[in-house]
């Protein structure tokens, strides 16, 4: 699947959505994990999770400026009953690329992918205690909360993300 995405601004660079293939591009998806969320790296989904998802049914999209990974969405092939659905385990936006739309834009890039292969619902975490989040999932997405997990988004009883 392949979207072209602008920003939000008249001047912003087109950026494509696409299945992140190379090893190079899951390495990307890593670089892009430490520098917006300032993870420690026992908390790095590494290139081998990214690489075993693609062999598994998953996939990540990636949005790409130029040759640049600027944005990526990791999707998960997860059974819930006699339902085989889908998992968004993890999406990033590089900070200069933040509030263009690039986010939804993955998002709905995954919700076009998993309908195309017939998987009608996709489940995910999002840290509430970010207003950004919160608004983002709920508001924007349209999303529904039907249960919280306090240890969720806690690495050493501290919340892992950047603020801004």
């Known amino acids: 699947m392949s979207a072209h995405v602008g920003g939000e601004d008249e001047t912003a660079e087109e950026v494509v959505i ?3 293939t190379t090893v190079g591009e899951f390495d990307a998806c890593v670089r892009l994990q430490r520098e917006v969320f300032a993870l420690p790296d026992i908390e790095i989904s590494p290139r081998r999770h990214l690489i075993v998802t693609r ?3 998953g996939w990540t999209l990636g949005a790409f400026s130029g040759e640049r990974l600027v944005g990526f969405v990791h999707h998960l092939a997860a059974v819930y009953g006699d339902r085989v659905g889908g998992y968004s385990h993890m999406m990033a936006v590089a900070v ?3 509030n263009r739309g690039l986010g939804a834009r993955l998002k709905w890039a995954q919700r076009a992918r998993s309908l195309s292969e017939g998987r009608d619902f996709i489940k995910w ?4 205690a970010r207003a950004r989040n919160a608004h983002f999932n ?3 997405l349209g999303a529904v909360t039907r249960r919280a997990r306090a240890t ?3 690495v050493n009883r501290k919340p892992y993300y950047r603020e801004p």
């Open 18 to 20: 696409r299945d992140c």
């Open 138 to 140: 709920l508001n924007r």
């Open 96 to 98: 200069e690329f933040q």
């Open 125 to 128: 975490t999002f840290e509430p």
């Open 152 to 154: 969720c988004f806690i």
């Open 55 to 57: 062999g598994a049914g």
